[in-house]
Structure formats: structure tokens, C-alpha cells
């Protein structure tokens, strides 16, 4: 998980709650693995009879099993929080963070159905913890790759902000055009149809809603949904480019025993000195770069080393 969720989830000092915590916290034993799994399996299910129990016909033949798997579902994971509140050495801090939170909303409902009708439409937020499922697979490389992602958006937040000024642009003067060109008679009414024409057209959606009926006009839609091609295009590329920036600057491997640099982005040890390369919490790669000790500064390269 991640490290948000690591520093409100401290673990206990007993035996038997340090034991429980392994099981429920962590997913790297074969009990947590079936916790886990467990867990998620009862959250999807849950899940979809939330969904299952909003179409009336089904609701009618069994409504009745629906509203005990509920409550079985409701029990399961009351059970649950409690014991991620027992098990842990800071209850209040963990529910107080977000999947503490998510996972007391998830109880609620249930029992202020018992009060107050309508309530079971906020079963839904169930969904959200299906977030845990990156728990059990421990797919902390594509946690850190969501992470470089997020930075590249953030890198090109500017260039994606004139983009969408310039297509607003487009859309307003396609729009206007098609006004004056189409008229009220073909259905461009005003100028906000015609611009949601354009927006509809731009991105190659066509609900078809709204059609051009004259030569001229037919050639501006054909001109308007090849730009949208280009509309599609542009923004990849800037994302492109600066997440492929962002993993040149995060997967720089640097040796801590000699601080050579240049390693593959798979490598275990480094090429020169023999030395494992560090790894980050015994689970994945020290992609930061560092700079050297220069109190045990690195033992300087032989001769047979440089001349190699």
C-alpha cells in the first residue's frame, strides 16, 4: 500500500494483535494473501447485489435474500473494522485516514436503514474498496508508474491548459460558422447548439442530434471531424513526453558502493563494483539519485578498472 496508508497503520507491540495485524495489514503470508482475498471477494459480491437489488424486477423476486445478504455482508465487515481497530496501534489515527473512513461508510448504511428509508443507494461507496485489491497483488510498480503519471500531468498542466483554451477556440468559430451557414431552419437554433455541434463533432462523437443539410455546411463537418484526429493526438503526445521525462529522472540507478552510474532499469548489481544496488523498504529499487558519502568517499578505480 501506500505510504499514506503505511503511517496510519502502525502495527501493534503484542503477540496475538501483532499476529492479527500481519494478517489483516500486510498480504506478503499465505493467511494475509486469504484475508485479503476473502475480503475482496465479499466486497464484489456485496457490491453486486447493491447493484442486483436496484433493478425492480429482480428486487420483487428477491428482495427478501437480498436483504439477508446484506446484513450477512453489513456483519462480516463490522467485523472487520473492529478487529483493524483492535489489532492496531493507533485506532483513532487509522480511522480517522481514508480507508478507515471508507470502511465505516460501508457499515453505516445498513444500520441507519433501520431508522431512516433511502439510505441503501449509499451501499455504493462499497466500490471504492476494491482500491484494496492493489494490496494483495502488490503491485507496487504500478503504484510508483501511477506516481509518475500524476507528475507528468503535473509537468504539462500548462501546455494541456493552452491546449484546451485552443480548442475551446475552435469549437466557439466552428460553432458560429455553422450558424450563419446552417441557420435555424436545419436545427443550429443559436449559437450554444451550434457550438455543442461543434464540441459532439470535434471529438468524433456524432449523436447525430444535429446534421448539417447544406453543401457548404457538410464540408465544414467533414473538415471539423478530421481536426479531431488532431484533437486526440495532440494532448498524447504532450503526456508522452513528459512521463517519458519523468521515468528518465526516477529510473536513475546509482551505485552506493563506487556511485557509478548508467545501470539498466533491471539491474540487481552494479556493473563496475559488484554491489547490490539498494533497495527501497526491501521491496523495490532506489530510483532516486543520490549523492555519495563524502566521509567514506568511494575507493578510487584501479588501473586494469579504467583501462577496462
Known sequence: ???SLSNNTEPPRSNHREWLYKVIFEANTPLGK???????????????????DSVQSIHQRYGHIFYLLEWFFTIVFTIEYLLRLYCIGKPLKYATSFFGIVD????IPTYLSLFFAGTQVMLVVRLIRVLRVFRILKLFQYVGEATALAKALQASRRKITVFLFTVLTMVTVFGSIMYVVEGPENGFTSIPRSIYWAVVTLTTVGYGDITPQSNLGQLLSAVVMIMGYAVIAVPTGIVTVELS???KRHMHLVCRGCGEEGHDADADYCKLCGTELSRRDGRQRHLKPHLPDMKNPPPAKSEEQKES
Do not use: H, R
Open 1 to 3: 500500500m501506500s505510504a
Open 34 to 52: 486469504a484475508f485479503d482475498m476473502t475480503l475482496i471477494i465479499c466486497i464484489l459480491f456485496s457490491v453486486a447485489l447493491v447493484m442486483l
Open 104 to 107: 465505516l461508510l460501508c457499515i
Open 245 to 247: 521525462n519523468t521515468m
